[in-house]
T-cell receptor, first 116, second 113 residues
Framework: AQTVTQSQPEMSVQEAETVTLSCTYD???????LFWYKQPPSRQMILVIR??????QNATENRFSVNFQKAAKSFSLKISDSQLGDTAMYFC?????????????FGAGTILRVKS | DVKVTQSSRYLVKRTGEKVFLECVQD?????MFWYRQDPGLGLRLIYF???????EKGDIPEGYSVSREKKERFSLILESASTNQTSMYLC????????????FGPGTRLTVL
């Protein structure tokens, strides 16, 4: 079974600064996907960024980028130029490639607070 | 625009009551999911459905059942609610093909007294 670990329950960052959220996972699979989801206070969970394990290049989406280290089973999220709207709970998630159902396995989450 | 809706944002029920949580998606997605979210535990999968009338147990199905009579609607049923089922419940949907990015509803915060 796969497990996802987020070791930082809470983090804070000053507006305009850069912050990195950590995620490690455990799997024996070779083909899989990794995700970062964001859940703002009292709002819907949305996808931030996605990484395919077979791609060596790290995914980026505007101010969000990942550092994917497959051998180390590490998948950290870097947020550049942090904004107040980035305040949210961030979840790292794993999905095995193939099969039916596209099931996600989530970490416990990291609360990020952006301070002005 | 992608849309997943849930019938209630907040719900308060008594121990022993039968509780229905409804989820509707308008994206013609084959897969639908029910999770519960608890502090320090992240999201845990209760049940999922990959087609109409098809369902599979997730990691924590005990005390829950589901129903999917139509493609767009997936219901979570607590047959006899208990206090340990007080939680946030999130519904999600995804396409069967490809990566299957999941789209989430706003959640239902259920309190069982």
């Amino acid at each position: 079974a796969q497990t996802v670990t987020q070791s930082q329950p809470e983090m804070s960052v000053q507006e305009a600064e850069t912050v990195t959220l950590s995620c490690t996972y455990d799997t024996s699979e070779n083909n899989y996907y990794l995700f970062w989801y964001k859940q703002p206070p009292s709002r819907q969970m949305i996808l931030v960024i996605r990484q395919e394990a077979y791609k060596q290049q790290n995914a980026t989406e505007n101010r969000f980028s990942v550092n994917f280290q497959k051998a180390a089973k590490s998948f950290s999220l870097k947020i550049s130029d942090s904004q107040l709207g980035d305040t949210a709970m961030y979840f790292c998630a794993f999905m095995k490639h193939g099969g039916y159902g596209n099931k996600l396995v989530f970490g416990a989450g990291t609360i990020l607070r952006v301070k002005s | 625009d992608v849309k997943v809706t849930q019938s209630s944002r907040y719900l308060v029920k008594r121990t022993g009551e039968k509780v229905f949580l409804e989820c509707v998606q308008d994206m013609d997605h084959e897969n639908m999911f029910w999770y519960r979210q608890d502090p320090g535990l992240g999201l845990r999968l209760i049940y999922f459905s990959y087609d109409v009338k098809m369902k599979e147990k997730g990691d924590i199905p005990e005390g829950y059942s589901v129903s999917r009579e139509k493609k767009e609607r997936f219901s979570l049923i607590l047959e006899s609610a208990s206090t340990n089922q007080t939680s946030m419940y999130l519904c999600a949907s995804s396409l069967k093909a490809g990566v299957g990015t999941q789209y989430f509803g706003p959640g239902t915060r259920l309190t069982v007294l």
